[in-house]
């Protein structure tokens, strides 16, 4: 009986998936790959971080998005799994607005992380 857990995530894209992971200090591997579970159980993911329990946590295609899949019960990340959520989708919205502008011509002028943990950012376009 496999342990793994699927939680729904509003992730869309892979790259900026990515990304975000990596503002973030997570070091991930780029699937698909095999992610590890309970007693040897495994599944495969686009995204796998490894812990060093030896229990794997991944994000997974699902046909719709990337959801988050784990063994809950072997989670060993520096933020609970509410908290990581957060903070990785965060991230995912700030790197799906700077992908998305530098296509329209905008230019990242200033980033600042506010009090309350919001991200406020400045982005330029000029017209020549």
Excluded: C
Aim: aromatic share 10%; proline share 2%; net charge neutral.
């Amino acid at each position: 009986m496999s342990h793994f857990s699927q939680v729904k995530t509003q992730i869309r894209s892979l790259e900026p998936l990515q990304k975000a992971l990596t503002d973030l200090g997570l070091t991930w591997k780029s699937g698909p790959s095999i992610l590890r579970g309970y007693r040897g159980d495994t599944t495969s993911a686009e995204v796998v971080l490894q812990q060093e329990n030896g229990y794997d946590v991944g994000f997974r295609w699902n046909g719709s998005e990337y959801e988050l899949v784990a063994d809950m019960q072997y989670w060993q990340q520096p933020w609970t799994v509410e908290s990581f959520l957060r903070k990785v989708l965060q991230r995912y919205a700030v790197q799906t607005v700077m992908t998305e502008s530098a296509h329209q011509g905008f230019n990242l002028t200033e980033q600042e992380t506010q009090k309350d943990g919001s991200v406020r950012l400045v982005l330029q376009r000029w017209h020549g």
